[in-house]
T-cell receptor, first 116, second 109 residues
Framework: NAGVTQTPKFRVLKTGQSMTLLCAQD?????MYWYRQDPGMGLRLIHY???????AKGEVPDGYNVSRLKKQNFLLGLESAAPSQTSVYFC???????????????FGPGTRLTVL | GQSLEQPSEVTAVEGAIVQINCTYQ??????LSWYQQHDGGAPTFLSY????GLEETGRFSSFLSRSDSYGYLLLQELQMKDSASYFC??????????FGKGTRLSVIA
């Protein structure tokens, strides 16, 4: 099993460009999440999904959109990138059958995004 | 809302024991989790406490006191490979985890 994978691993954008980050998991998890991590800020939740076709806002959703058309995939979109979105983006997934749903999350390797 | 406080940095000697504290404020509380993250890597799950007391997993133990809104991660027989950042995270039921800002542990010889 590959676990949680993310595409791409690195990306450089110019201000105003758009892009989509792809997250895929092969563990049949119901829940999926997108976080951003900035130095000294820990992990901050952008959006999450508790099942196929459902999404919800997290702590820092502005400037991002998400879609969960298939259970195994969770896409994060940046419609008009800004330098403030320079960050490392992590996708994670978890199963509601274990440890009160949200606690044991499995993370992907991350996408390092730079917006110039 | 929820907030968590943990020290930003801790340094300890190889072979020693180190404790990383976490205090939290939250409306509603289900449990406290701990994650480890090496530089350039992804966070990995270490432990989860929903009830008061100590949970032991090998060299790592995690403690929770719900009445004090406090928990800690205890690392014993420290090894160089334990140098990493450690995050506590709170689960308040139907909302996803909220993470602390992390504690950077440096293990020195």
């Amino acid at each position: 099993n590959a676990g949680v994978t993310q595409t791409p691993k690195f990306r450089v954008l110019k201000t105003g460009q758009s892009m989509t980050l792809l997250c895929a998991q092969d563990m049949n998890h119901e829940y999926m999440y997108w976080y951003r991590q900035d130095p000294g800020m820990g992990l901050r939740l952008i959006h999450y999904s508790v099942g196929e076709g459902t999404t919800a806002k997290g702590e820092v959703p502005d400037g991002y959109n998400v879609s969960r058309l298939k259970k195994q995939n969770f896409l994060l979109g940046l419609e008009s990138a800004a330098p403030s979105q320079t960050s490392v983006y992590f996708c994670a997934s978890s199963s509601p059958a274990k440890r009160a749903s949200y606690n044991e999350q499995f993370f992907g390797p991350g996408t390092r995004l730079t917006v110039l | 809302g929820q907030s968590l406080e943990q020290p930003s940095e801790v340094t300890a000697v190889e072979g020693a024991i180190v404790q990383i504290n976490c205090t939290y404020q939250t409306s509603g509380f289900y449990g406290l989790s701990w994650y480890q993250q090496h530089d350039g890597g992804a966070p990995t799950f270490l432990s989860y406490n929903a009830l008061d007391g100590l949970e032991e997993t090998g060299r790592f133990s995690s403690f929770l006191s719900r009445s004090d809104s406090y928990g800690y991660l205890l690392l014993q027989e420290l090894q160089m490979k334990d140098s990493a950042s450690y995050f506590c995270a709170v689960n308040s039921g139907n909302t996803p985890l909220v993470f602390g800002k992390g504690t950077r542990l440096s293990v020195i010889a």
